[in-house]
């Protein structure tokens, strides 16, 4: 099974700046890793599939980088309602279909 | 506008037995594959399974926690997918997703309901 780990657990970062959050796979999934953010009270939201492709209506503020075992999803510049979990996942080698643990975006 | 609306979801006692169903709107729903994801606050989110559309073959694959026990199917004349779940214990208590797949290779949740939740105690 490929383990996705994530890090940091949290991320306190100021409305407009810029947030990066990690996300390592134990062994390659190649381009196959996809983000979800999720708000509280909500189900998780697409956000990146394919690594780098925002899914429909996703703002240009968020993009998504790597591939093999070390992938990144930046926002640009954070806006009050990005303040959420994100969490990554693989859909390279399955079954299993792996998640990581998530990220809590938080407010500085 | 897609729309995945569960139901179904409550207390069942650990041996029982519940179906959710899925209803879904604002999409070619025979077209599409459709999965099953949970989450618990202990072991955040998981697959449960996935269903092809019968143009596909109609066949499904579950995950190994919950494979002979779950069961997947759907109705393409309501536009719902259902997921029967049998010999249920303390550990499938969850919410539960029903989700559209995004492509027939790339198994990536687009759309997600708002989630129903099962708890299984005594």
């Known amino acids: 099974e490929i383990v996705m780990t994530q890090s940091p657990a949290t991320l306190s970062v100021s409305p407009g700046e810029r947030a990066t959050l990690s996300c390592r796979a134990s062994?390659?999934?190649?381009?196959?890793l996809a983000w979800y953010q999720q708000k509280p009270g909500q189900a998780p939201r697409l956000i990146i599939h394919?690594?780098?492709t925002r899914a429909t209506d996703i703002p240009a503020r968020f993009s998504g980088s790597g591939s093999g075992t070390e992938f990144t999803l930046t926002i640009s510049s954070l806006q009050s309602e990005d303040f959420a979990l994100y969490y990554c996942?693989?859909?390279?080698?399955?079954?299993?279909?792996?998640f990581g643990q998530g990220t809590r975006l938080e407010i500085k | 506008e897609v729309q995945l609306v569960e139901s179904g979801g409550g207390l069942v006692k650990p041996g029982g037995s519940l179906r959710l169903s899925c209803a879904a709107s604002?999409?070619?729903?025979?077209?599409?594959?459709m999965s099953w994801v949970r989450q618990t606050p202990g072991k955040g989110l998981e697959y449960v399974g996935r269903?092809?559309?019968?143009?596909?073959?109609?066949?499904?694959d579950y995950a190994a926690p919950v494979k002979g026990r779950f069961t997947i199917s759907r109705d393409d004349s309501k536009n719902t997918v259902y997921l029967q779940m049998n010999s249920l214990n303390t550990e499938d208590t969850a919410m539960y997703y029903c989700?559209?797949?995004?492509?027939?290779?790339?198994?990536?949740?687009?759309?997600w309901g708002q989630g129903t939740l099962v708890t299984v105690s005594s």
């Open positions: 062994q390659s999934v190649r381009s196959n």
């Open positions: 269903i092809k559309s019968k143009t596909d073959g109609g066949t499904t």
């Open positions: 989700t559209t797949v995004l492509t027939r290779s790339d198994l990536v949740f687009d759309y």
């Open positions: 996942q693989q859909y390279n080698n399955w079954p299993p279909i792996t």
């Open positions: 394919g690594a780098s």
């Open positions: 604002g999409f070619t729903f025979k077209n599409a594959w």
